[in-house]
């Protein structure tokens, strides 16, 4: 190993994880095969019953993991926090994972070129159970006055420098939007967001999704942050709202020719025409419905 390698950082990868054995290792396999050297995995495992204590066993030295009951997602996020040692932290739950290999290798190298960013976020590819890809979500460069309407800055596509985060790093209240209530908060003490041009990470679309199960707790959520932080939609919320996702999806669609060949979590392809055309004729928020006949 260089000298060069050895003064570069280390990287944390946080996982909070519950009965979801079924996709935890495409998590796992898509840390493991990162080109970047230096990087812990630490899994927080909630006392799975479905198998997942018998995965995290077999992946050996790679990954740092206890299963133990806890509070909720957000309270394994913190207690993966402090079990954690990295100057780089990442958040990937364990249904979602990285989209290639060398996702850490690049942000490693943002940070390295750009020292006064605290936050580096990318571009989210949301795939289905199987682990086609659904669409592509193109995320803006930042905007603080964008954030304050909507969190379009994805969980699992972030990397965030330790030394803007307190512990807990996350609030323990919020058991849906604990992310985004980051995102303000870090954002209101100063800290520097930056976009990475690529795609980052993906975001599984599956029936026991929080979206999917607890979404008055999102509405709650919501709610509650714009008391805490003055999030909110000003005038005409609808109109930009639509417009909001319209152009991401539009977006969206550049990004479908720098899709490598090798996935770090998948080995099922997606046809790009396929993808086009949800990305070009989905105009709302709802899931489309065509992806499941696709025979990849």
């Known amino acids: 190993m260089s000298a060069r ?6 990287v ?9 054995a079924e996709w935890l290792s495409d998590n796992l396999r898509s840390v493991a095969c990162q080109t970047y050297p230096h990087i812990e995995h630490v899994v927080m495992d909630g006392g799975s019953t479905d198998g997942s ?5 077999a992946a050996g030295d790679s990954v740092t993991w206890r299963s133990e009951p806890d509070e909720g997602q957000s309270h394994a996020i913190n207690k993966a926090f402090r079990a954690s ?3 780089i932290i990442g958040w990937i739950n364990s249904d979602d994972a990285y989209f290639d290999c060398r996702v850490i290798e690049d942000v490693v190298a943002f940070f390295e070129k750009h020292p006064d960013v605290d936050v580096v976020y990318g571009h989210l590819a949301q795939i289905d159970t199987r682990g086609t890809i659904i669409w592509l979500n193109w995320v803006p460069g930042f905007s603080r006055r964008l954030l304050r309407i909507v969190n379009f800055i ?5 990397f ?3 030394r803007v985060l307190s512990d807990p790093m996350l609030d323990e209240s919020f058991h849906f939007t604990m992310d985004y209530e980051l995102w303000l908060r870090l954002q209101a003490g100063g800290a520097r967001f930056a976009r990475i041009g690529r795609i980052t990470a993906v975001d599984r679309h599956q029936p026991d999704r929080k979206t999917e199960t607890i979404a008055e707790v999102m509405h709650s959520d919501i709610g509650r942050l714009a008391e805490s932080h003055g999030r909110g939609y ?14 991401r999806r539009a977006m969206g ?5 720098r899709i490598p060949r090798e996935l770090a979590f998948t080995d099922a392809r997606t046809s790009k025409w396929a993808l086009l055309r949800r990305q070009l004729l989905s105009w709302h928020k709802k899931w489309p419905t065509d992806w499941d006949a696709e025979k990849e």
């Open 5 to 10: 390698s050895d003064k570069r950082p280390l």
């Open 85 to 87: 040692s990295g100057e």
């Open 160 to 162: 965030i420098r330790r």
């Open 53 to 57: 204590v018998g995965i995290l066993e």
């Open 154 to 158: 994805g969980q699992p596509v972030a």
């Open 12 to 20: 944390s990868i946080l996982t909070p994880s519950y009965n979801q």
């Open 234 to 247: 000003p005038r005409g919320k609808r109109i930009l709202s639509w417009g909001f996702y319209t152009w």
């Open 253 to 257: 669609a550049l990004l479908i020719p």
